[in-house]
């Protein structure tokens, strides 16, 4: 068996599909392409990450969490419960369309990572990414807070999904005190955060 992740080891999608290798207990070969300055023959439209395995390639990170998970793990970290595994995949579905941009790209970005480089934060950029990130942590508090997913009890996929953003976003001074204002989705983040699948694979740990 072959396992090999094209992925760009700082980048939150990486994060997302080593803490799912983590809690499945797989291995990965890591290559590291990155799609800011490099051409990623692997992926059509030039990102990260994508899984290869026996010679199938996959990419889309929400197809990668999936299969993973089915091959191995048997499915343990998707609920069978219809209600449940909606919110599962209503939760990714949000991450990606309505998260990765304000809270990574732009909150994590400049709130975090330019200051950390001592260069300047594009204070524009920084509030459309807070404005942005105010109209999902509502969402994904109700979502936290109903109990299904995000309850600080049970990893799904919607866990290993969404807990690098908010980690990202935690980073910056300003993320993470917009973020202690949604106290089910703090509670939550304060447990994902601890699992050791999170701890061994967060890219920010080495970040001052
Ligand atoms: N929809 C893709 C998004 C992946 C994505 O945006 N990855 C980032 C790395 S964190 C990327 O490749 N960005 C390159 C770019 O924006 O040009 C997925 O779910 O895998």
Redesign the pocket.
Known sequence: MTLRLFA?SP????QIVRLILAEVRADAELVERD??TDT?EE?PY????VLEHDGNRI????A?LRYLDSHFAVGRLTPTDPLTQARMVQVQALA?TYG?WPL?RQVFVQGAERPSRKQACDQEELTKGLNGAKKLLPELEKISAEGLVLNARAMTLADCHLAPMIGFFARAPEGAALLKEFTALSAWFAWVSQQESYRSTDPNRFMT
């Open positions: 760009y980048s939150v999608y990486c799609p800011f990623v992926h030039n990102r990260v990450p990419y889309e990170t929400v990668i990606d990765y990574a």
